[in-house]
């Protein structure tokens, strides 16, 4: 996670970031520091990376990279403004003892793309390119699934879907096209289908370890929906954050 040291709203690169409520830096500071302890309470590392001063998005860490099996695949970030967060956090993980893959076309880490089972679900339309999955796949060898986004409010995979454990996941079917909508329910069946509402609350902007799922209080029937899925909530409230696009899962970078 990279503290929110230097967060603030000072560009619009989607459309959250159009409002007009300012950040309240501090209030932010303190909800960051509820997820961290919140993740450290539930048993999970927390380890962190140093902000650097002009580059207030950089505490979603999510977008710098997916870790999986062990590997690293870099970011290279649609938005100019966000570009120089790629070699922070590649310095990051080189410190870590982890060579980076940094991607020829634009991909923005784990906000376009979830592993889960033995696939990884790519998100496109947006910002990740649908030439970045491809060398996804070669990198990895495992099979990746292109879905393509169709609402700017939900512009990352990880706004509209998250995945709940090895064999499920949630979702907001009308975030993507026609045929990503008929790929996830061959795929996920017994899906969690979440309101656009909850996802609007940035209820799928969530981190589950497969039992505990951390998640926005605001999206009330997807908390409720999933108790009665046997999951355990652990409601984590990052309004602040939703002012420039972004929840729980956009401020954790999960290392696998
Ligand atoms: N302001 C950031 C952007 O638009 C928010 C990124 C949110 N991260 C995420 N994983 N969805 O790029």
Same mark, same amino acid.
């Given at each position: 996670?990279?503290p929110?040291?230097?967060?603030?709203?000072?560009?619009?690169?989607?459309?959250?970031?159009?409002?007009?409520?300012?950040?309240?830096?501090?209030?932010?500071? #303190?909800?960051? !520091?509820?997820?961290?302890?919140? =993740?450290?309470?539930?048993g999970?590392?927390?380890?962190?990376?140093?902000?650097?001063?002009?580059?207030?998005?950089?505490?979603?860490?999510?977008?710098?990279?997916?870790?999986?099996?062990?590997?690293?695949?870099?970011?290279?970030?649609?938005?100019?403004?966000?570009?120089?967060e790629s070699?922070?956090?590649?310095?990051?993980?080189?410190?870590?003892?982890?060579?980076?893959?940094?991607?020829?076309?634009?991909?923005?880490?784990?906000?376009?793309?979830?592993?889960?089972?033995?696939?990884i679900?790519?998100?496109?339309?947006?910002?990740?390119?649908?030439?970045?999955?491809?060398?996804?796949?070669? *990198?990895?060898?495992?099979?990746?699934v292109?879905?393509?986004?169709?609402?700017? =409010?939900f512009?990352?995979?990880?706004?509209?879907? *998250?995945?709940?454990?090895?064999?499920?996941?949630?979702?907001?079917?009308?975030?993507?096209?026609?045929?990503?909508?008929?790929?996830?329910?061959?795929?996920?069946?017994?899906?969690?289908?979440?309101?656009?509402?909850?996802?609007?609350?940035?209820?799928?902007?969530?981190?589950?370890?497969?039992?505990?799922?951390?998640?926005?209080?605001?999206a009330?029937?997807?908390?409720? #929906?999933?108790?009665? !899925?046997? =999951?355990?909530?652990?409601?984590?409230?990052?309004?602040?954050?939703?002012?420039?696009?972004?929840?729980?899962?956009?401020?954790?970078?999960?290392?696998?």
């Amino acid at each position: 996670m990279c503290p929110p040291e230097h967060f603030d709203v000072r560009y619009a690169i989607n459309p959250w970031m159009s409002g007009d409520a300012p950040v309240d830096t501090a209030r932010a500071a #303190r909800q960051w !520091e509820t997820l961290a302890a919140a =993740y450290r309470a539930h048993g999970h590392t927390v380890d962190t990376i140093t902000p650097e001063p002009d580059l207030p998005d950089m505490v979603f860490a999510a977008n710098a990279a997916l870790c999986l099996h062990g590997k690293v695949f870099g970011s290279s970030f649609h938005a100019p403004e966000r570009r120089p967060e790629s070699a922070a956090y590649e310095k990051w993980f080189a410190a870590d003892g982890q060579p980076v893959r940094r991607p020829e076309s634009s991909c923005e880490g784990e906000g376009d793309l979830v592993p889960v089972g033995g696939l990884i679900l790519a998100g496109t339309g947006f910002r990740t390119s649908r030439a970045a999955h491809a060398e996804i796949q070669e *990198f990895f060898g495992v099979p990746t699934v292109a879905l393509h986004l169709t609402d700017p =409010y939900f512009y990352h995979l990880d706004t509209a879907l *998250f995945a709940l454990d090895d064999e499920n996941v949630a979702y907001l079917p009308e975030a993507f096209s026609a045929g990503s909508r008929q790929v996830l329910e061959r795929l996920f069946p017994r899906a969690v289908r979440a309101t656009r509402d909850d996802a609007m609350a940035f209820g799928l902007n969530s981190v589950s370890d497969g039992r505990h799922v951390f998640v926005a209080p605001q999206a009330t029937g997807l908390v409720d #929906r999933l108790a009665q !899925e046997g =999951y355990v909530p652990v409601p984590v409230d990052l309004s602040e954050f939703h002012k420039a696009g972004g929840g729980i899962k956009c401020c954790t970078q999960e290392i696998r």
